[in-house]
């Protein structure tokens, strides 16, 4: 059993969006992103994984393919691995509960950030 506290992965950078891992192992990659008022996270897809994420706090906009949602405290959103997924607007300081199953093969989607 692996346990951690998800308050010591929200943490804040005024210059980037910051992403701290919180598991990664091959069925599951969980994470969670903070973002702050102007910082984005570009277009992008999961290869085979699904997503789910969970907004902790603050609020945003996400984008899939041609759709637009609203994230606030308390949203759960699931897209496909091949959906296109994007934020391209934070409102304020917001942290996102994030989970990629199966974990993507590409090493990079398990690196924390910023």
């Known amino acids: 059993m692996e346990v951690k506290n998800i308050k010591d992965s929200i943490v804040f950078n005024d210059s980037t969006f910051t992403k701290r891992t919180l598991f990664a192992v091959d069925d599951i990659l969980c994470f969670v992103l903070n973002m702050k008022p102007g910082q984005i996270l570009p277009l992008h897809t999961h290869e085979n994984s699904s997503l789910v ?17 609203t994230l606030e405290s308390g949203v759960v959103l699931y897209a496909k691995g091949e959906d296109e997924f994007s934020i391209p607007t934070v409102i304020e300081d917001m942290s996102i509960f994030v989970a990629l199953s199966p974990n993507p093969s590409n090493a990079l989607y398990s690196k924390s950030l910023g």
């Open 53 to 69: 994420i969970h907004v902790l706090s603050g609020s945003g906009e996400a984008k899939i393919n041609d759709e637009v949602a």
